[in-house]
C-alpha cells in the first residue's frame, strides 16, 4: 500500500522561505515520477515542480528559480523548496507520484499539468503567506 504524507507548512512572511517534506513508503521511486502541485479553494489544482525517476528537475515557468523539488531515495523523501515567496503563494500544497509508464519518452514533466495523471496523492499541507 502507498501512503504519502507531507510536512513541513505553516506561516511565513513575505519574503521568507520554506522547505516542505514529503515522505512515500510502499513505492520504488525509480518508477515514478514525483511532483508538487498546489491548490487555492476555488481554482483548480496547480503543477508546482517535480522530478522524474531519473533525477531530472523541472519547475514550471512562473515559478522557476524560486521553487524546487529534489528527492533523497535512500530516505523515500522529496522536497520542496520554497524562496521568495508572496501571499498568491498561499495554498495547500500537494505530494504526488505517478507511474512512469505513463509517460511518453522525456515527456514526464507533463504531468505538471495534467494532475489527473497522478496515482497516488499525500492529504496536503498549508503553507500560508503574510503580506
Known sequence: QVQVSESGGGLVQTGGSLELSCHISGIDFDDVALAWFRQVVGKEREGVSGISWS????????????FTATRDIGKNMVYLQMNNLGP???????????????FRPGQWWELLHHPAWVDHWGQGTQVTVSS
Not at 533525477?55 to 524560486?66: A, D, I, L, Y
Request: proline share 0%; hydrophobic share 30%.
Open 55 to 66: 533525477g531530472t528537475q523541472f519547475t514550471v515557468h512562473s515559478m522557476t528559480g524560486r
Open 88 to 102: 498568491d503563494d498561499t495554498a495547500v500544497y500537494y505530494c504526488a507520484a505517478a507511474r512512469r509508464t505513463r
